[in-house]
């Protein structure tokens, strides 16, 4: 794919797939494959295997290797766009990438760093070596961190220029804005990294896509939030954002400790994967799996 196709893709709704694990503990592969397939039956052109939806750090390095082979397979033949999540440690991160190229991938997430020393000069070398290992892929780093200036991703953006996308994930739109203009809104496509409940503010900003963990659940909400923002109708994305917002009120309750749960518990009542996630997430408890139906009822799913 070429850097247009590639900006074209990042354009959009960019699902984070879920990954269902079976009875004994281990990926359940067939029903990862069955889930992909109805995201991408529900009209979902982007996704991003190993994404934070997808418990990106409870996988084993061999476990993540098996999600990007079963994605690139069930994708090969539909013309998905896929984003393969890498991160953790330099060379983890760089074999990740390459793994990833190799097997097919379009673009690769660099999850952000959770070393907790993290200077100026060290953000941009840990991206730039990913980003010249795999210089035919597209690179989309992943900013969770409000203290980042724009100026380092501008100067990434210098040396590298397969970074063509940006997954902001702070919870605070006039600094997105900032960042964005910091960094260079025209060089980079911008992604509300936080999904529907921010989209409709970081769009008004300059961003142009946004990440989904809702749309393993209702792919068409996804994309009704999605055409809307295109068509700068607000009152009618508001409209998906208020039939959205128990839901993802859920999610990020307690910093986000039900993020992944809650999505999966939706799964669960729809027949679709089992609840179970990895520690340090948890099962939501019996009462609280009645509140996540609650937020559901009406979405005709």
Not at 44 to 68: D, M
Not at 74 to 97: C, F, K, N, W
């Amino acid at each position: 794919m070429d850097r247009s196709a590639l900006t074209t893709a990042l354009a959009g709704v960019v699902a984070i797939p879920v990954i269902p694990f079976g009875t004994g503990g281990g990926i359940d592969r067939p029903a990862y494959r069955l889930l992909l397939r109805r995201l991408l039956d529900g009209g979902i052109g982007t996704v991003t295997p190993n994404g934070n939806t997808g418990e990106f750090y409870a996988l084993t390095p061999q476990e993540r290797q098996v999600v990007v082979q079963d994605t690139l397979a069930e994708t090969a033949q539909r013309g998905t766009t896929v984003i393969v999540g890498v991160g953790h440690d330099l060379p983890s991160a760089i074999g990740a990438a390459e793994h990833a190229r190799d097997c097919g991938a379009h673009m690769v997430m660099v999850h952000q760093p959770v070393h907790p020393y993290v200077s100026q000069d060290g953000w941009v070398a840990y991206h730039r070596a990913i980003a010249e290992a795999v210089p035919e892929t597209g690179v989309v780093p992943y900013i969770r961190n409000p203290l980042l200036d724009g100026s380092w991703l501008a100067e990434l953006g210098e040396s590298c220029p397969n970074v063509i996308g940006v997954k902001y994930a702070v919870p605070d739109a006039a600094r997105f804005a900032a960042f964005a203009r910091d960094a260079g809104l025209d060089r980079f496509v911008w992604l509300a990294g936080l999904a529907e409940l921010y989209a409709p503010a970081y769009f008004a900003a300059g961003a142009s896509g946004f990440t989904s963990g809702l749309a393993n659940v209702a792919p068409r909400i996804s994309l009704d939030m999605l055409a809307a923002l295109r068509a700068g109708d607000y009152p009618a994305a508001m409209k998906v954002w208020e039939q959205i917002r128990a839901f993802e009120d859920l999610r990020a309750a307690r910093q986000s400790a039900d993020n992944v749960t809650v999505v999966k518990e939706a799964l669960a009542a729809l027949g679709l994967c089992r609840r179970e996630v990895r520690p340090p997430s948890s099962a939501l408890p019996q009462a609280r799996r009645a509140e996540v139906a609650a937020a559901v009822e009406g979405w005709g799913l």
